[in-house]
Every structure is written in C-alpha cells, then in structure tokens.
C-alpha cells in the first residue's frame, strides 16, 4: 500500500517561500516520477512540477524560475520548494507518485496512480 503524506504548507505573504514535502511509504521513489499538482477554490486541479526516476524535471509556466522540485531518495521524500510567491499560487497542493517505473516525465494527473491528502498554501497579498 503506496501512502503519500504531504507536509509543509501554511499561510506566507507575496514574495515569500515555502518548501513541501511529500514523504512516501510503501514504495521506493527510487524507480518511479513524482508530481506536485494544486487546486484552488472553484478551479481544476492543475499541474505544477514533475521529477522522473532519473531526476528529469517539468514545470508548468506560470511556476517556471519561482519553483523547483527535487527528491531525497535516502528519505524517500520528494520537495517543492517554492519562492516569489504569488497570491495567484494560494491552493491545495498535492503530491502524485506515478505507479508505472522508469517512465518520462508525465504532466497528466491521470498518470499517477498515487495522491497524498493535499496541504493548504495561501499567499497574502
């Protein structure tokens, strides 16, 4: 049983930053892509960023240059840590693990067979 649990969100005003993490059990991160993907209220979950199993990287635009996702395998933990934020970033944010290995960078969220709880991230302005 693959469990996600995210960590890390919270309440910071415009400019600020925050670092998610994204702690897997039950499965090795080793072989297998991760994404961060958010919701915000009234819209469509949409992606955010993506590391493959080779350590491959896709941002969406509007995040490009502000965040950046990277994982620890030793803690089999995957981080988003973000910068200049924006109260255009303000969702829930997830985490999604990818059930198939070895696999290009997916940006789908029906590509990942694995979804954490989400954390709240809310930017002030």
């Known amino acids: 049983q693959v469990q996600l649990v995210e960590s890390g969100g919270g309440l910071v005003q415009a400019g600020g930053s925050l670092r998610l993490s994204c702690a897997a059990s039950g499965r090795s991160f080793s072989a297998y892509g991760t994404g961060w993907f958010r919701q915000a209220p009234g819209k469509e979950r949409e992606f955010v960023a993506a590391?493959?199993?080779?350590?491959?990287?896709k941002y969406a635009d509007s995040v490009k240059g502000r965040f950046t996702i990277s994982r620890d395998s030793a803690k089999n933990t995957v981080y988003l840590q973000m910068n200049s934020l924006k109260p255009d970033d303000t969702a829930v944010y997830f985490c999604?693990?990818?059930?198939?290995?070895?696999?290009?960078?997916?940006?789908?969220?029906?590509?990942?067979?694995?979804w954490g709880q989400g954390t709240r991230v809310t930017v002030s302005s």
């Open positions: 999604a693990a990818d059930g198939v290995p070895l696999r290009g960078v997916q940006v789908m969220a029906v590509e990942f067979d694995y």
């Open positions: 590391i493959t199993w080779s350590d491959s990287t």
